[in-house]
């Protein structure tokens, strides 16, 4: 169905030899869009274009889920997917954000690199009168209506979940809370992922006293675990716990521990580090996680674009979908020690890893 169509004249142009290929029989695709120097990529008929703002590429999570709006958003599903790449910068992801509503886009999703700074962009599809699907990590804005929706993780919950099974872990091994010695390996500073779960981990270690010695951002890379795990191993000799914001920096991490001439593992009282992290989608990780060398993965899921295409559905119908919604998530661990964990008075089971759960889990 046609949305909005801005037309200038090459789109005027475009538009009528568009119509007159049709009448000769000839037209398969009734979707109008301009050549490079117009405007309008409005759908008239048929096909729902989408212009999704990717925050960037920066882990096998995100390239997870770009796959996954990719597929839901295909040609084949009806969709013309305009893709943009953020590489990191919220800067560029306005760009794209604006570009998208030059050309007439009939919804915008976004995936925001961090949570603050968003409200004129918004304001301006608003304006434009493009509904904003905000995926994954979240806004911060005055007001919640310039935004359709969120559908995403409850990263908060997730810190929680990690921290309650160290707790439970470390009372399993016959550890108090001063044992811990625990340093951060952050995700991107401002995004909610990274406030998220540094949340849960400042909560804990306040109440339960863990000795919390450093957090230090890994920008969510393996390469920036490493090198920052390497500093880390260098300041203090008594780490006995690395909390990696991510799965890309647990791998950097346990590089770097290894590198030292020390073990992962959950033998803390003979000098392992326990590695703790968030994902479970880097093949690599959850294979470790399955020989025990990262002791709990908080799953992280990535699969959104069947989610989103949800929602588009929803408010093509002239329905509303919930403003926000939380995808359920479960933690994955080897040890036995930890059955679950009791959050606000609500147990969260602990997904005990074999081969078969790695074999039958959908990424
Ligand atoms: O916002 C989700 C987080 O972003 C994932 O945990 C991390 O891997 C990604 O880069």
């Known amino acids: 169905m046609k949305k909005r169509v801005k037309i200038n004249l090459s789109a005027f142009l475009s538009l009528a030899l568009a119509v007159m290929i049709t009448a000769c ?3 398969q695709d009734d979707h109008i869009k301009t050549d490079s120097a117009g405007d309008s990529a409005g759908s008239v008929s048929g096909t729902t274009v989408i212009g999704f703002s990717q925050l960037g590429a920066e882990s096998d999570w995100r390239s997870a889920n770009s796959e996954s709006m990719r597929t839901a958003f295909s040609t084949d599903n009806g969709y013309e997917l305009l893709f943009e790449d953020g590489q990191q910068k919220q800067s560029k992801q306005i760009t794209a954000i604006r570009s998208f509503i030059q050309q007439g886009v009939d919804y915008i999703v976004l995936a925001p690199v961090t949570q603050d700074g968003w409200d004129s962009v918004l304001q301006e599809a608003q304006e434009a009168d493009i509904p904003v699907i905000i995926v994954d990590r979240m806004v911060e804005t005055a007001d919640e209506d310039l935004f359709t929706c969120w559908i995403g993780s409850d990263f908060y919950l997730e810190g929680c979940k990690a921290c309650e099974w160290l707790r439970k872990y470390a009372a399993s091994q ?10 951060n390996i952050q995700g991107t500073i401002g ?6 779960r540094t949340a849960g981990l400042e909560e804990y270690s306040e109440k339960y006293g863990w000795d919390l010695r450093e957090e230090t951002p890994g920008d969510f890379t393996q390469a920036k675990g490493r090198e920052v795990m390497t500093q880390m191993l260098v300041n203090y000799n008594n780490i006995n716990v690395v909390y990696c914001e991510n799965d890309n920096e647990a791998l950097g991490a346990i590089e770097a521990i290894e590198a030292a001439g ?4 959950g033998d803390i009282k003979n000098g392992d580090i326990l590695v703790l992290s968030f994902d479970g989608v880097n093949e690599t990780a959850i294979n470790y996680c399955l020989e025990g060398t990262i002791a709990c993965i908080v799953e992280c899921n990535p699969l959104h674009g069947p989610r989103v295409e949800n929602i588009i559905q929803t408010l093509k119908r002239g329905g509303t ?5 939380y995808v359920s998530e479960t933690l994955y661990s080897s040890y036995e020690a930890v059955k679950d964990v009791r959050i606000d008075s609500r147990d969260y089971p602990v997904t005990l890893l074999t081969q078969e759960v790695i074999d039958t889990r959908a990424y």
Do not use: F, R, W, Y
């Open 25 to 27: 029989g000839s037209g």
């Open 174 to 183: 016959g550890l108090s809370g001063a044992d811990l010695h625990i340093v």
């Open 191 to 196: 995004s909610s992922a990274q406030i998220g």
């Open 262 to 265: 020390k073990h992962p593992g």
């Open 321 to 325: 979908p919930d403003k926000l919604e």
